[in-house]
Nanobody, 116 residues
């Protein structure tokens, strides 16, 4: 059974940093595209960043230059390093693993709150 477990969320002050992790099990991790999404209060889920199996990355304009997505295939884990956090980054963050035309899996979400 495929399982994605997220961790690293919490409360941080504006300008601070957090690193989210998404550990996968029960999956051939290397062939999946990894991504992070978020859903703020009253908002739809929005794309944040993606990383291909080869390590190619892409970011939403709202986080470009502040967030970095990475992956460790040996640990079957995707990371999201978030720097210079702003109150508008407050949201539930979700990881996703997608193998186009095959399967998609989502994590349970982790809350990130940016507030003084």
């Amino acid at each position: 059974q495929v399982q994605l477990v997220e961790s690293g969320g919490g409360l941080v002050q504006p300008g601070g940093s957090l690193r989210l992790s998404c550990a996968a099990s029960g999956i051939i991790f290397d062939v999946y595209v990894g991504a992070w999404y978020r859903q703020g209060p009253g908002n739809q889920r929005e794309f944040i960043a993606t990383i291909s199996s080869a390590g190619t990355t892409n970011y939403a304009d709202s986080v470009k230059g502040r967030f970095t997505i990475s992956r460790d295939n040996a640990k079957k884990t995707i990371y999201l390093q978030m720097n210079s956090l702003k109150p508008e980054d407050t949201a539930v963050y979700y990881c996703k693993l997608n193998r186009p035309g095959y399967s998609t899996h989502w994590g349970q979400g982790t809350q990130v709150t940016v507030s003084s």
